[in-house]
T-cell receptor, first 112, second 111 residues
Framework: SQTIHQWPATLVQPVGSPLSLECTVE??????LYWYRQAAGRGLQLLFY??????ISSEVPQNLSASRPQDRQFILSSKKLLLSDSSFYLC???????????FGSGTRLTVV | EDQVTQSPEALRLQEGESSSLNCSYT??????LFWYRQDPGKGPEFLFTLYSAGEEKEKERLKATLTKKESFLHITAPKPEDSATYLCAVRPSGGYQKVTFGTGTKLQVIP
């Protein structure tokens, strides 16, 4: 069966520190992978998506970046965190252009 | 630009009191409309996909319907475990990556 793993679940980081959030998918090949951000009281905001290894499309040009070093691995990074990066980050996957996403359990990031 | 508006923002029901959540949308050609359930501190859980006006789908106490302008999530005889935030999202036919989410309806079911 297909599963998605996202870690860590919670993270507290100082302003200016680097960030690395990881997401892996099991049980499927060549998934479309997504990073979303969800702020309180707001809809999910698409940050990045990838349809293949090394291919990244950015929807929100900020101090965040994404990479896909392997078929089922998606990484969200930042070189220097800002206070405004505090949010709930979600990884998701689909296969092709089909049905709804399967989301990971999310990472609550607090920048202090 | 695609838009999704959900109402009400919050809904409080007594156990067994049926109601409906609304999702109004504008999209440049609908590829699919999705409903998700999200519990606090967790990722959204996929419930339904609707593809065309008139389509209906059911799962336990939930029933989703679709028209050309909106979708409804009907909750029949809800239980406290149905308490969650329900999210609606749309995918346009031209850009299957460009899913737009609403801000959700927070449902609380009181025993």
């Amino acid at each position: 069966s297909q599963t998605i793993h996202q870690w860590p679940a919670t993270l507290v980081q100082p302003v200016g520190s680097p960030l690395s959030l990881e997401c892996t998918v099991e049980g499927t090949s060549n998934p479309n992978l997504y990073w979303y951000r969800q702020a309180a009281g707001r809809g999910l905001q698409l940050l990045f998506y990838s349809v293949g290894i090394g291919q990244i499309s950015s929807e929100v040009p900020q101090n965040l970046s994404a990479s896909r070093p392997q078929d089922r691995q998606f990484i969200l990074s930042s070189k220097k965190l800002l206070l405004s990066d505090s949010s709930f980050y979600l990884c998701a996957w689909t296969v092709g252009g089909g049905d709804g996403y399967t989301f990971g359990s999310g990472t609550r990031l607090t920048v202090v | 630009e695609d838009q999704v508006t959900q109402s009400p923002e919050a809904l409080r029901l007594q156990e067994g009191e049926s109601s409906s959540l609304n999702c109004s949308y504008t999209v440049s050609g609908l590829r699919g409309l999705f409903w998700y359930r999200q519990d606090p501190g967790k990722g959204p859980e996929f419930l339904f996909t609707l593809y065309s006006a008139g389509e209906e789908k059911e799962k336990e106490r939930l029933k989703a319907t679709l028209t050309k302008k909106e979708s409804f999530l009907h909750i029949t005889a809800p239980k406290p475990e149905d308490s969650a935030t329900y999210l609606c999202a749309v995918r346009p036919s031209g850009g299957y990556q460009k899913v737009t989410f609403g801000t959700g309806t927070k449902l609380q079911v009181i025993p």
